[in-house]
């Protein structure tokens, strides 16, 4: 998108498709006052095909059932009580990450598989606690695979944030507690930390995060103050698995779901509201630093359910 673009028209755009998708499912339906059961039961339907699970769907069908729409019911405000109801979903999830840790450094630890988008989002908020004039460092804690230290490092440099790093194959509970140090003395704000998306070695990966957190608790017993779980909404209903997944492995504090952009799946994000209750910190919706902001359930609820 061009340079001037507002983060409103932005989302819009981002979540373009998975609006799309609710709105031609919606489209058609009109009643005089009350709808019908068999108009309710169309747009649970639809709901459900556009990823917002069956709990939401249901959730909204009972409450437009007790709805009377005194002007009669057409496309537009039925699509306007649709919105009302995901947003009243979305609000209580809805959360920035605040940097509050006293003593600093506020430790966040992202997790997520790979290809998830964990590493652009590390960067991208890097960079927007940086424009709240945080000072930001961030750990390379995924020693698996030494492209994402590389991959990392280059994020680092470009965004212009300090980073430690250690060797591929290190221990990432060292590293996570050298940078701790050094944050510490540096007087850091936030310190962002990698961490390994092995998914499919549970074992290990829960093994490796309570290293992690032991150590943690070493220096200062109150970290990690965050475990940020980044999800890739193209997944769909998969993205609600990994949260299952990893609330079980790494004691997930809340979401960040990416790649909202160029999905139609973008529903998840209600799906995932209601079945977990987990603080939502933001969104993405593209490649560029700034394609992530905080998570904004009204605008998120309009564009979602195409309230224009
Ligand atoms: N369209 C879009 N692409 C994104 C977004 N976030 C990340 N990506 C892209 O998704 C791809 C994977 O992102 P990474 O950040 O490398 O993902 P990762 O989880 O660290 O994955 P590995 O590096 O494979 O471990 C990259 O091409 C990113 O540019 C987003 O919000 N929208």
Known sequence: ?????????????????????????????VSKTRLDDAQLDEIEDALILSDLGPRAAARIRERLANEKFERGADEQSIKEAVAEEIAK????????????????????????????????????????????????????????????????????DRVGVPIVTGPEGGDPASIVFDAV?????????????????RLQNKRELMDELAKIRRVLGRLNPEAPHDVVLVLDATNGQNALQQIETFKEVAGVTGLIMTKL??????????????????????IGVGERLDDLRPFDPDLVARVIAGVA
């Open 1 to 29: 998108m061009s340079e001037g673009t507002s983060w409103t028209e932005r989302v819009f755009g981002g979540l373009r498709k998975t609006s799309e998708r609710l709105g031609e499912n919606l489209s058609g339906i």
């Open 89 to 156: 979903i979305l609000r209580p999830v809805a959360k920035p990450i605040d940097i509050v840790a006293f003593p600093r450094p506020q430790v966040i630890l992202v997790i997520g598989v790979n290809g998830s988008g964990k590493t652009t989002t590390i960067a991208k908020l890097a960079h927007y606690f940086q424009e709240l004039d945080y000072g930001v460092m961030l750990a390379a804690g995924d020693t698996f695979r030494a492209a994402a230290i590389g991959q990392l490092k280059v994020w680092a």
């Open 181 to 197: 140090k050094t944050a510490t003395d540096q007087g850091i704000d936030a310190l962002i930390v990698d961490t390994a998306g």
């Open 261 to 282: 952009d160029g999905t139609a799946r973008g529903g998840v994000l209600v799906a995932a509201a209601e079945q977990y209750g987990l603080p939502i910190h933001a």
